[in-house]
């Protein structure tokens, strides 16, 4: 059997490291030299009001956890309740944004539909056509702004969307090339282009986001560069064997510029953020470009990065990935740089039906399609579309969206339901051509049956473009 004597000792021992009891020491002053057994009797009367304090000391825990977690609901309350707002706001701004385009777009077409038209008029005196040049360049800037405020919209709310079509990538440059070399001439700039050998004459993916890339960034060294160059290279390579490999192409812009100070290259690269405020009032623009740029690269799975040297220039280089294509795939048709002219096309006798409410969009359209080769009809309402009888006499048919009573939907709707009750196959090409210019009109426009979507300001080119789609559709 073991000591009661040791026991008791070892108990008081641990009652007392446990409970804050008086010290052995100071206890046996008290009780004398074996008094284990006192001192356990006297830690056993006070073990109740011990335990009290522990259960007191337990509660108060448990109160102020109740306490903690309660606040923290709070917080995560409030969390979501400020996110909600913020998510409103957000939306509201990027409603706001859209509709300050939609309604630009209107006067904006008229002005630089007829400008562009009274520019090849073949009678004009030299002050005539200067003074047409700048406001044809002054529309194409405005156009420019109003286009920036959308995209800026859409990426915002993350509702930018990548189309995945085989293009060519020399076309491309090469019709970029061609818009801003206009503006490189006035400033006395070399505009120069080079392109990898071994670049792949066709690849796969969004085309219009890859130009809008190129733009941004070639436009901006154009502008601001005062003297020099400015060169695009554009190269590349598949990422893996096989023709299911990605392909990583690398595109970098060079100037002769200013240079960027290191202090503003983080700044430029967010929206409404130039490196100086008086290159706001030099050259104007909104300091969305970059913002809009990084954001397709990135969403085309790439990276965007910026070498700048004081005095010397910059260099603007990126990656996109795109898909690589087979060799018997045809390129997206892309419009052409050039101004054409009704002699110098196939075109004419082309039939074409514009709906459309807005008065200047009727003559615009009209203007522009006739002077294109095209023998032209105007409707101003979707009744009117749907009252006429199918198959309809034309080969295209240009369709605004937003119209009083019947929407350009509901029209391309019944006209496709009509046309599939033909004892004969018939299908009319039908292009939205509207100021409703965002990803998801032009996924509503193709999904109520319409083969083609164009945002308003429309310029020549783009018709051109159109039209020559429709005169020599591809092989089956």
């Known amino acids: 059997m073991s000591d009661p004597s040791k026991t008791s000792k070892l108990l008081a021992r641990q009652l007392r490291a446990t409970l804050g009891a008086p010290s052995r020491d100071a206890l046996g002053a008290q009780f004398g030299p074996e008094a284990s057994v006192d001192e356990l009797r006297h830690l056993a ?42 998510e409103q706001a957000n939306q509201a701004k990027s409603r706001f ?39 044809d360049r002054s529309t194409r800037a405005l156009q420019a702004i109003i286009s920036d405020l959308l995209d800026w919209a859409q990426a915002d709310a993350r509702r930018v969307r990548l189309e995945s079509e085989p293009f060519s990538v020399h076309e491309l440059l090469r019709d970029v090339m061609v818009l801003l070399q206009g503006d490189a001439d006035r400033k006395g700039l070399q505009l120069r282009s080079h392109l990898a050998p071994d670049l792949p004459p066709r690849l796969m993916g969004d085309a219009g986001r890859l130009r809008q890339i190129l733009l941004n960034l070639i436009g901006n060294a154009v502008k601001f560069t005062d003297h020099g160059q400015v060169t695009v290279t554009l ?5 893996g064997d096989g023709m299911d490999a990605p392909f990583l192409l690398r595109g970098s812009v060079r100037d002769t510029g200013p240079g960027i100070p290191d202090a503003d290259r983080d700044r430029i690269f967010q929206p409404f953020q130039q490196a100086d405020a008086s290159i706001t009032r030099r050259h104007g623009g909104t300091g969305l470009g970059l913002a809009i740029s990084a954001n397709l690269v990135q969403l085309m799975e790439g990276t965007m990065c910026l070498d700048s040297h004081l005095g010397e220039g910059s260099e603007f280089s990126f990656t996109v990935r795109l898909g690589q294509v087979a060799a018997h795939a045809e390129p997206q048709a892309q419009p052409s740089a050039h101004l054409p002219s009704a002699g110098d096309t196939p ?25 294109l080769g095209c023998e032209v009809s105007v409707v101003e309402d979707g009744e009117s579309a749907l009252a006429l009888p199918v198959p309809l006499d034309y080969d295209l048919v240009l369709m605004d969206l937003n119209m009083p009573g019947l929407s350009g939907l509901s029209v391309a709707e ?41 945002a308003k300001p429309v310029r020549l080119e783009t018709l051109d473009a159109l039209l020559q789609r429709l005169s020599h559709p591809p092989a089956d």
């Open 45 to 86: 009367a006070r073990l109740p009001a011990l335990l009290e304090r522990v259960d007191t000391a337990y509660l108060d825990m448990e109160r102020d956890l109740a306490l903690v977690q309660r606040s923290l609901e709070l917080s995560s309350a409030e969390l979501n309740a400020a996110r909600d707002v913020a």
């Open 97 to 135: 944004l859209a509709n300050v385009s939609h309604e630009l777009r209107t006067p904006v077409n008229g002005l630089a539909g007829m400008t562009q038209l009274m520019l090849m008029g073949s009678s004009l005196s030299e002050a005539d056509r200067a003074r047409l040049e700048v406001m």
């Open 347 to 371: 075109r004419s006798g082309l039939r074409v039906l514009v709906v459309e409410d807005n008065p200047v969009n009727q003559v615009v359209a009209r203007a522009q399609l006739e002077h």
């Open 414 to 454: 019944g006209l496709r339901r009509r046309e599939a009750a033909l004892p004969e196959p018939h299908r009319v090409f039908i292009c939205a051509l509207t100021a409703c210019a965002s990803d998801e009109d032009r996924q509503m426009a193709l999904a109520s049956g319409m083969d083609e979507h164009i």
């Open 235 to 239: 190269a590349g390579a598949p990422i």
